[in-house]
């Protein structure tokens, strides 16, 4: 039994430290490209894991004052605080009227809700194209706006309705009863 156990922890050592680099490496990859100069990153002939070179910080100059990168990290950021709002709006209502439509119409409208999210985003791109233009939001960030609440709404809808069965039937429901459902009894 011992030497089993000793196996089963050298076993899942190996693991997790097969899947910690396998996951770090990227970051890694990340990391020694930044601080590499250019004739580095093309010689075929360096090791491409290692500095060859003197690292370098003309890559992050080049990045931070020669292109409008901190720009698109706040346009970005501006997109997916307003979608994220729009879709809370919407979803969380929506999911909770849902969980608690009882008979078959509440799981079937459920499902149909999660089959909506499985469109191809392709089939959708041509009416999507159409309502962007007619709303003259061609080029403008604005057109994320409106196009993106379309996917995430009714899988955060979905999302959401298993969350909503946490919360009691009725309101006026004590909250240690509410917390008697969700947390185990000690």
């Given at each position: 039994?011992?030497?089993?156990?000793?196996f089963?922890?050298?076993?899942?050592?190996?693991?997790?430290?097969?899947?910690?680099?396998?996951?770090?490496?990227?970051?890694?990859?990340?990391?020694?490209?930044?601080?590499?100069?250019?004739?580095?990153?093309?010689?075929?002939?360096?090791?491409?894991?290692?500095?060859?070179?003197?690292?370098?910080?003309?890559?992050?100059?080049?990045?931070?004052?020669?292109?409008?990168?901190?720009?698109?990290?706040?346009?970005?950021?501006?997109?997916?605080?307003?979608?994220?709002a729009?879709t809370?709006?919407?979803?969380?209502?929506?999911?909770?009227?849902?969980?608690?439509?009882?008979?078959r119409?509440?799981?079937?409208?459920?499902?149909?809700?999660?089959?909506?999210?499985?469109?191809?985003?392709?089939?959708?791109?041509?009416?999507?194209?159409?309502?962007?233009?007619?709303?003259?939001?061609?080029?403008?960030?604005?057109?994320?706006?409106?196009?993106?609440?379309?996917?995430?709404?009714?899988?955060?809808?979905?999302?959401?309705?298993?969350?909503?069965?946490?919360?009691?039937?009725?309101?006026?429901?004590?909250?240690?009863?509410?917390?008697?459902?969700?947390?185990?009894?000690?």
């Amino acid at each position: 039994m011992f030497r089993g156990q000793r196996f089963y922890t050298f076993a899942r050592s190996a693991v997790v430290v097969v899947f910690s680099v396998l996951l770090a490496f990227p970051f890694y990859w990340m990391l020694i490209t930044t601080f590499k100069q250019t004739s580095d990153l093309y010689n075929l002939a360096s090791n491409p894991f290692l500095f060859n070179q003197k690292p370098t910080l003309a890559n992050l100059h080049l990045l931070f004052f020669e292109t409008q990168y901190l720009r698109w990290m706040g346009n970005t950021a501006l997109v997916g605080v307003i979608v994220v709002a729009i879709t809370l709006l919407l979803a969380l209502p929506a999911a909770y009227a849902l969980a608690r439509l009882t008979g078959r119409w509440g799981q079937q409208l459920g499902i149909g809700i999660f089959l909506t999210y499985l469109v191809p985003p392709t089939l959708l791109f041509i009416p999507f194209s159409r309502v962007v233009s007619i709303l003259g939001l061609q080029d403008t960030i604005w057109s994320l706006v409106v196009v993106y609440p379309s996917f995430t709404v009714p899988f955060s809808t979905w999302l959401l309705m298993g969350f909503s069965n946490l919360f009691p039937g009725n309101w006026k429901t004590p909250p240690w009863w509410t917390a008697s459902r969700v947390l185990p009894r000690s």
